[in-house]
């Protein structure tokens, strides 16, 4: 490919709105271009390193037997009626209606589609294991699109969707298309992890999601030092259990006092005020559950911080959510901020339940139920009506692991690139995907479902991989794997060598473009270095008088002179070199 045709524009300044490396980076490197928020064209250069990314997906994918089909985007109503969906899933779901008063939605996600397509094929066991995938555009209007492809609107996913008889071979499937995505992230060059996660809304029991660890990344994964415990922040046990002594207090403990506290109502406001330490503090939260069905108080030590995940999961309940302080004082008639467990409404609140931690206080503060009063030496186990207890908190840094027991847990920062499900029957059994037994029974076909966010492991393999000069292109998804620069293109000598190198390495199948352009070797090597193409060639004067070229590899920083008529096989013995064993 000769630079000149390859319709290729780069940016010498940072785009304004961009926050993180990546999206700066795609940008000035002239990858993607802004259409709409959260809506981007993908330009030449960002549409390789798609189809890079897809081609790996590909051959892990169908190595495994899976086999692609193409959904549409635009996906009628009904379908997702019948699923249920249509009425639950939130604002992201982009609906409109056609010319004849149809009811449509552009497709977050297919369940509903490939349903249908297997409910017309899945006759019998026989017909099964089945796995279809897709590589396809999906919408989600997200609420806060940002960082360029890393949380877009409309995006590329690989999405794939697998039928089964029986739970033992959708758990054969799922373990294959974990090993699957383990190559693929592997292959692209980045360094991520698997964890464990909350199944959430999409429903089924177990998932894995596959994360990127990086600074930038909105998620936080947790691992363990020791054994091979990791999860997301969301599900991350905790190792604290009920604390069997709680109720061992001594006759003498002082009883619950009330203090005047005016005007304190943080946890650290109180805690500073009292001179005491935040983890001597019970934080007392209202939630509203199920969208306003009923209210909980949840209790939980001061210094930690509630998971709504782990709350949502306690109370089997589809949504929870803190009602704001003016709907709260409609509810209930404790000013928030001094809020107790020690005298409670049971009327208006179904329920306490409190983390494990608050089981271990003692003598500790608490609200006291009165606008600028808490109590002093509560004494949970003795003075709070605590309904139940459970692991309701975030794991912190160093934790014990719950797994072993012996490791610390680590927190890190990671961008989730893949996730993969058992979904169980939640859209086979609505939607009457059955097959036959061998009785002769209907019974519902169960599924799993995997999916790979394509321009977010882009963005994330450059979040991972670049340096002040811009983008370090892992090999096997690099837009080129070489560029040569012509440093003179006045210069026939130059030229017709830089040709002969091309057109030598695009006869052996490697992906390279030629810098044909009549600009400064300055503009080249700072545009070379942007792109972040793993190989770089020079052609310049210097060299020809000695037949030598110059080759550099981006993540090395000095270049090697190599005689003309080897230069072809060191370039190619170069690549090799750079792609992971
Ligand atoms: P998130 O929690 O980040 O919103 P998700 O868990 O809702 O993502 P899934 O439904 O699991 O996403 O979708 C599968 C994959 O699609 C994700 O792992 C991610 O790589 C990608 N993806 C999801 N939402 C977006 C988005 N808004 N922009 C780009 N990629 C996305
Ligand atoms: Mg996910």
Known sequence: MYWKNAFIYTFRKDPAEAEVISHKLMIRAGMIKKVASGIYSYLPLGLRVIRRIENIIREELNKRGAAELFMP???????????????????????????????????PTHEEVVVDIARQAIRSYRDMPLCLYQ??????????????????REFI?????????????????????????TAIFKRSGLEFRSVEADSGAIGGDV??????????????VVYCESCDYAANIEKAAGRRQLNENAGDIPEDAPQPTEVATPDKKTI???????NVKPSDTIKMLVYEVNGGEYLVAVCIRGDLELNESKLKNVLGAESVAIPDEESLSSLIDIPVGFLGAHDVDKKSIREIVADFSVSYMKDCVGGANKKDYHLIHVYPSRDLYIDRYADLAYVTENEECARCGNGKLKLRRGIEVGQIFKLGVKYSKPMNLTYLNDKGEKIPVIMGCYGIGLGRTAAAAIEQNHDKDGIIWPIEIAPYKVAILCLDTSNPEAVALSNKIHDQLEDKGVDVILDDRDDRPGVKFKDCDLIGFPIRVVIGEKGLKNRTVEVKKRTVPE???????????????????????
């Open 73 to 107: 985007v635009v996906v009628p109503a009904e379908l997702w009626q019948e699923s249920g969906r249509w009425n639950l899933y939130g604002p992201e779901l982009l609906r409109f209606t056609d010319r004849k008063n149809n009811r449509f939605c552009l497709g």
């Open 135 to 152: 590589i396809q555009d999906k919408f989600r209007d997200e609420i806060r699109p940002r960082f360029g492809l890393m949380r877009g």
């Open 157 to 181: 996913m690989k999405d794939a969707y697998s039928f089964h008889a029986d739970e033992s071979s959708l758990d054969e499937m799922y373990w294959k298309m974990y090993d699957a995505y």
């Open 207 to 220: 998932t894995h999601e596959f994360h990127v660890l990086a600074e930038s990344g909105e998620d936080t």
């Open 268 to 274: 650290e406001e109180v805690a500073t005020f009292l």
């Open 559 to 581: 270049p090697q002179k190599v005689a003309v008529d080897k230069a072809v096989s060191y370039i190619l013995d170069s690549i090799k070199s750079l792609y992971k064993k």
